[in-house]
């Protein structure tokens, strides 16, 4: 970096560090207290704790496969659909986006809860008698936190299909490619990166979700950032929820990293 | 010699293309006005204009990537016009060639065959004579972006070409490529398609392209056809200004016919030509700059207003009296004329082209 670019970027670079790479030394100081690693025993060497660990990277590996799925024929419709429509689609995918998590977490409340919006229509249309359980619980916690997400995956699908050229989507089918021959051999290996950025932003987002778990999952189902929350607001052993924050933090490097090996080169289009 | 073995097995019968009445609209744009034209099999036909004249869209047209609002096009016989690109059978090399980037060399060229469902061996065989035929055996497993300009082009007609498909378009394909290579692949590919007899439209906004490939050329302007003829016959004998004015370097006046063989400039002057046009008749008088001579039925003199030394050739601006400004190419001997210098030249009636 030269002299010259530095500056500029000196604000930005002081408020990182005073309000995010300060705080975090300081919090691997508290889980550190006395100098001993026995918090982190804890958190590590504890089936309970471990469990929390292994549900939190078990939803958010499930919300990364719903979003995908969900996801990418979104992004895809978007980038290959007149400009009209696409703008319709971003205005859909974007909305929630600049909305409150804790205003659509609420209201998502109101859709799923035992007389809620979603529970009334199935059961005045007599597709059920008693109200499915959505809320409170797994299915809950899934549905808004795919819901908060999508945005997350949308973007870099819509972002890869629109960067290939339309001429390489033209050749294929002049050499007598089918509609769904052309998605398999051409844009879905033409749009993996994006897939892949996709994917890897929406699962390290939920590793650390915790307003939606929190609320949808009614205290039935524990993400660990809920599990944190309960240390330092409820039994007060900041050291403790400062280890689980560390392992927390240690992880989603972990995962992050090995993502960008997986990554390959930009493909040259 | 493995060429020509790979040439024998590619050969074989191609296609006649009839487009009759085609039009197209873009909202208020006629980007295609009532086309017809008729390429015959195995022939090079070249669809010249300038950016904007339609010939894009004639391309797509034939190519199936747009539908006419009017008109049909048929392949030997059997109207197409409905049908996807996909089911076409016509190979086309893009502009920027369009290569798919995640696939070897090899893979791309084997892409069209595997679309058919052609067995392995038989794509083995036929993806390796193609690379064989476009000289580039031995590059069957590098990606596209380890290839130059023009190897890439290569693999783009090898693939192309490899289904032995019944029409070959080119959209532009050498714009890319720097002159010496361009003309190079430019004579490669006109042997390459003599050779299998491919039935070719080959699209360019570049005169000097067209005259070096074409059997015939059509010249497109506002999404009409100005003149379908054969290479001499545009550049000889134009059907009209834009014609005149598109191909080549020409001096174009307009004037009157003043009796047999004399045409009266609207400036004044007569010229001596050979025409049989009706005394009376409007027309417009073509002169190529190096068909100018030291002397000739029509002699010219004037001044020298511009002079560019061209290596083979002069290229003088001359103003001559009676308002007409002439662009004149002598053999460079000697001296370049500086600015100033009283020149004469003349043009024998036969050398004028009248319409």
Redesign the interface.
Same mark, same amino acid.
């Given at each position: 970096m030269t002299a010259r670019g530095f500056w500029p970027a000196l604000p930005a670079l002081l408020l990182l560090f005073i309000f995010f790479l300060f705080p975090v030394v300081r919090m691997l100081g508290f889980s550190l207290e006395g100098g001993s690693l026995d918090w982190y025993a804890k958190a590590l060497g504890e089936g309970l704790y471990l469990r929390v660990f292994w549900n939190t990277f078990e939803i958010a590996l499930l919300v990364t496969f719903f979003c995908l799925i969900l996801g990418y024929p979104l992004g895809f419709l978007m980038a290959t659909t007149t400009p009209l429509w696409a703008t319709v689609g971003f205005i859909f995918v974007l909305l929630p986006l600049w909305t409150s998590v804790l205003v659509r977490t609420y209201a998502w409340m109101v859709l799923l809860g035992r007389n809620g919006v979603f529970n009334r229509l199935l059961i005045d249309s007599g597709v059920t008698e008693d109200p499915l359980p959505l809320l409170h619980n797994f299915t809950g916690v899934m549905i808004g936190m795919v819901h908060v997400l999508l945005p997350y995956m949308v973007l870099p699908v819509y972002g890869a299909v629109r960067r290939l050229?339309p001429?390489?989507v033209? !050749? !294929?089918?002049?050499?007598?490619?089918?509609t769904w021959?052309i998605f398999w051999?051409?844009y879905l290996?033409?749009t993996l990166n994006g897939i892949f950025a996709g994917a890897v932003i929406v699962f390290v987002l939920s590793l650390g979700f915790y307003i939606t778990p929190a609320l949808l999952g009614g205290g039935r189902v524990i993400m660990i950032a809920v599990l944190i929350e309960q240390q330092v607001r409820e039994t007060l052993n900041w050291p403790f929820a400062a280890a689980l924050s560390a392992v927390l933090l240690a992880a989603t490097f972990a995962v992050y990293s090995l993502a960008q090996r997986f990554t390959r080169p930009q493909?040259?289009? | 010699m493995e060429r020509l073995d790979a040439e024998k097995g590619m050969k074989q019968e191609s296609a006649e293309l009839l487009i009759e009445g085609a039009g197209k609209r873009f909202g208020e744009v006629a980007a295609l006005d009532g086309v017809s034209l008729q390429v015959a099999r195995g022939e090079l036909l070249t669809i010249l204009g300038p950016s904007g004249s339609g010939k894009t869209t004639l391309l797509k047209v034939v190519? /199936?990537?747009e539908k006419p609002d009017t008109g049909s096009v048929k392949i030997d016989g059997v109207e197409i016009t409905a049908l996807?690109?996909? +089911?076409?059978?016509? /190979?086309?090399v893009?502009?920027?060639y369009?290569?798919?980037?995640?696939l070897t060399v090899e893979r791309n060229v084997a892409?069209?065959l595997e679309?058919?469902n052609v067995a392995k061996p038989e794509i083995v065989r036929r993806v390796a004579d193609a690379l064989a035929l476009v000289e580039l055996a031995g590059y069957g497993q590098r990606l596209p972006?380890q290839l130059s300009g023009g190897q890439q082009q290569r693999v783009a007609l090898a +693939?192309a070409i490899v289904?032995n498909p019944r029409l070959l378009l080119l959209d532009e394909p050498f714009g890319a490529l720097d002159r010496k290579l361009r003309e190079t692949m430019q004579l490669e590919v006109r042997r390459l398609q003599r050779r299998l007899g491919l039935t070719t439209i080959f699209i360019t906004h570049d005169q000097e392209e067209a005259l070096v490939l074409s059997d015939r050329i059509a010249v497109m302007n506002k999404g009409t056809i100005q003149q379908i003829a054969t290479t001499t016959e545009i550049y000889e004998r134009p059907a009209n200004d834009f014609v005149a004015d598109f191909v080549g370097e020409s001096n174009i006046f307009h004037g009157a016919m003043s009796g047999p063989g004399t045409v009266a400039l609207e400036g004044g002057r007569t010229l001596q030509v050979k025409s049989d046009k009706p005394a009376g008749a409007k027309v417009g008088v073509l002169m190529r700059p190096e068909r100018f001579a030291s002397g000739g039925a029509n002699a010219f003199a004037g001044e020298v207003i511009e002079a560019v030394y061209l290596g083979t050739s002069f290229k003088l601006r001359l103003a001559c009296e009676g308002g007409l400004e002439l662009l004149v190419r002598q053999p460079a001997r000697g001296a370049l004329p500086a600015p100033g210098t009283r020149v004469a030249v003349g043009i024998d009636p036969d050398a004028i082209h009248v319409f």
């Amino acid at each position: 970096m030269t002299a010259r670019g530095f500056w500029p970027a000196l604000p930005a670079l002081l408020l990182l560090f005073i309000f995010f790479l300060f705080p975090v030394v300081r919090m691997l100081g508290f889980s550190l207290e006395g100098g001993s690693l026995d918090w982190y025993a804890k958190a590590l060497g504890e089936g309970l704790y471990l469990r929390v660990f292994w549900n939190t990277f078990e939803i958010a590996l499930l919300v990364t496969f719903f979003c995908l799925i969900l996801g990418y024929p979104l992004g895809f419709l978007m980038a290959t659909t007149t400009p009209l429509w696409a703008t319709v689609g971003f205005i859909f995918v974007l909305l929630p986006l600049w909305t409150s998590v804790l205003v659509r977490t609420y209201a998502w409340m109101v859709l799923l809860g035992r007389n809620g919006v979603f529970n009334r229509l199935l059961i005045d249309s007599g597709v059920t008698e008693d109200p499915l359980p959505l809320l409170h619980n797994f299915t809950g916690v899934m549905i808004g936190m795919v819901h908060v997400l999508l945005p997350y995956m949308v973007l870099p699908v819509y972002g890869a299909v629109r960067r290939l050229d339309p001429a390489i989507v033209a !050749a !294929a089918e002049g050499l007598g490619a089918s509609t769904w021959r052309i998605f398999w051999r051409i844009y879905l290996p033409l749009t993996l990166n994006g897939i892949f950025a996709g994917a890897v932003i929406v699962f390290v987002l939920s590793l650390g979700f915790y307003i939606t778990p929190a609320l949808l999952g009614g205290g039935r189902v524990i993400m660990i950032a809920v599990l944190i929350e309960q240390q330092v607001r409820e039994t007060l052993n900041w050291p403790f929820a400062a280890a689980l924050s560390a392992v927390l933090l240690a992880a989603t490097f972990a995962v992050y990293s090995l993502a960008q090996r997986f990554t390959r080169p930009q493909e040259a289009t | 010699m493995e060429r020509l073995d790979a040439e024998k097995g590619m050969k074989q019968e191609s296609a006649e293309l009839l487009i009759e009445g085609a039009g197209k609209r873009f909202g208020e744009v006629a980007a295609l006005d009532g086309v017809s034209l008729q390429v015959a099999r195995g022939e090079l036909l070249t669809i010249l204009g300038p950016s904007g004249s339609g010939k894009t869209t004639l391309l797509k047209v034939v190519a /199936g990537f747009e539908k006419p609002d009017t008109g049909s096009v048929k392949i030997d016989g059997v109207e197409i016009t409905a049908l996807p690109p996909a +089911r076409r059978d016509i /190979g086309m090399v893009f502009q920027n060639y369009a290569l798919f980037p995640h696939l070897t060399v090899e893979r791309n060229v084997a892409f069209p065959l595997e679309m058919r469902n052609v067995a392995k061996p038989e794509i083995v065989r036929r993806v390796a004579d193609a690379l064989a035929l476009v000289e580039l055996a031995g590059y069957g497993q590098r990606l596209p972006r380890q290839l130059s300009g023009g190897q890439q082009q290569r693999v783009a007609l090898a +693939r192309a070409i490899v289904f032995n498909p019944r029409l070959l378009l080119l959209d532009e394909p050498f714009g890319a490529l720097d002159r010496k290579l361009r003309e190079t692949m430019q004579l490669e590919v006109r042997r390459l398609q003599r050779r299998l007899g491919l039935t070719t439209i080959f699209i360019t906004h570049d005169q000097e392209e067209a005259l070096v490939l074409s059997d015939r050329i059509a010249v497109m302007n506002k999404g009409t056809i100005q003149q379908i003829a054969t290479t001499t016959e545009i550049y000889e004998r134009p059907a009209n200004d834009f014609v005149a004015d598109f191909v080549g370097e020409s001096n174009i006046f307009h004037g009157a016919m003043s009796g047999p063989g004399t045409v009266a400039l609207e400036g004044g002057r007569t010229l001596q030509v050979k025409s049989d046009k009706p005394a009376g008749a409007k027309v417009g008088v073509l002169m190529r700059p190096e068909r100018f001579a030291s002397g000739g039925a029509n002699a010219f003199a004037g001044e020298v207003i511009e002079a560019v030394y061209l290596g083979t050739s002069f290229k003088l601006r001359l103003a001559c009296e009676g308002g007409l400004e002439l662009l004149v190419r002598q053999p460079a001997r000697g001296a370049l004329p500086a600015p100033g210098t009283r020149v004469a030249v003349g043009i024998d009636p036969d050398a004028i082209h009248v319409f």
